[in-house]
């Protein structure tokens, strides 16, 4: 298979030297290596570009170009090499609630479910907002990530339903977030989704709502963020965060194309010339 041959170029990408077993650990595994290694963006969309979701496409993308990407791109990706690495995987959809937005927002997330000795849970290299380690799909589960914060999914679909609705929380520091997040010391919704089988062209439509709405975050902001080990790297617009457990927040504004161009290359891994930097809104008329 084509995910096959390509997962030792995924591997390397995201800094593993071999496939790891198909085990809950291995998961954990590779969904932090992949967000703490491959940047969520949306930089080709507010240069102008398009983004496609298909496999091929993301590969190329994320991996062979060294690019990062929006949730569709990296969950597309996630699911490809996890079902290559022997995983049992499809996707799902989500609608994003964090912030809390003031009328129920399409599906425009999308995540990963997997089969582990039988058991679901959830993996998602692709939320921008901050970092959900992999998670068995139980009504109460909780997790902590290393930024400090934890993590907890509530059932709130009717018992009985065929697919059920879920509802994933933190509750964790501001710092180790993309600046959405209001509280320390409540829990905050993030995204709900259910357990509907969701097809390539369920995923065609969100990505094209995601990437090309007027009334969508990604054709509003331009944002780059990397989770880091025990933090967050956060690009909004010419805000930069930089948060770590123990440490500090540090902000400042981006002062110039060079200076952005700089900061995605040092701080997001992202290399991208001068005339691509100029052809964001952020930079009209600057060299």
């Not at 425009?108 to 959900?132: K, S």
């Not at 290393?146 to 709130?156: E, K, Q, S, V, Y």
């Not at 993309?178 to 509907?196: I, Y």
């Not at 005339?275 to 009209?284: A, G």
């Amino acid at each position: 298979m084509q995910t096959e041959r390509q997962l030792p170029a995924y591997l390397s990408r995201i800094g593993l030297a071999q496939a790891p077993l198909p085990d809950a650990a291995s998961l954990a595994r590779v969904q932090a290596a992949h967000r703490q290694t491959i940047p969520f963006e949306n930089l080709a969309i507010r240069a102008g570009g398009s983004v496609a979701c298909d496999s091929e496409a993301v590969f190329a993308k994320l991996v062979t170009a060294r690019r990062g990407g929006f949730c569709f791109e990296h969950n597309r990706l996630l699911a490809d090499m996890l079902a290559a690495m022997g995983f049992d995987v499809r996707l799902l959809l989500a609608r994003v609630l964090l912030g809390e937005p003031a009328e129920l927002p399409p599906r425009t997330h999308c995540l990963v479910l997997v089969q582990i000795d039988g058991a679901p849970w959830i993996a998602d290299a692709g939320f921008g907002g901050a970092y959900a380690p992999p998670m068995p799909l139980i009504d109460g589960a909780e997790a902590e990530s290393g930024d400090g914060a934890r993590h907890r999914l509530r059932r709130i679909g009717e018992e009985g339903t065929l697919p059920g609705s879920w509802l994933l929380e933190r509750l964790g520091p501001l710092h180790a977030t993309d600046g959405r997040a209001r509280s320390e010391s409540a829990w905050e919704k993030q995204f709900a989704f259910d357990l509907g089988q969701v097809a390539q062209a369920d995923m065609a439509l969100g990505c094209h709502w995601a990437a090309t709405h007027p009334m969508s975050r990604f054709t509003q902001v331009t944002v780059a963020s990397l989770c880091l080990a025990t933090g967050f790297a956060s690009l909004v617009d010419r805000e930069l965060s930089l948060g770590q457990a123990g440490c500090e927040p540090v902000k400042r504004t981006i002062a110039d194309v060079a200076d952005y161009r700089t900061t995605l290359a040092q701080q997001f891994g992202l290399d991208l010339a001068a005339q691509d930097i100029n052809r964001l809104p952020l930079f009209t008329g600057e060299c």
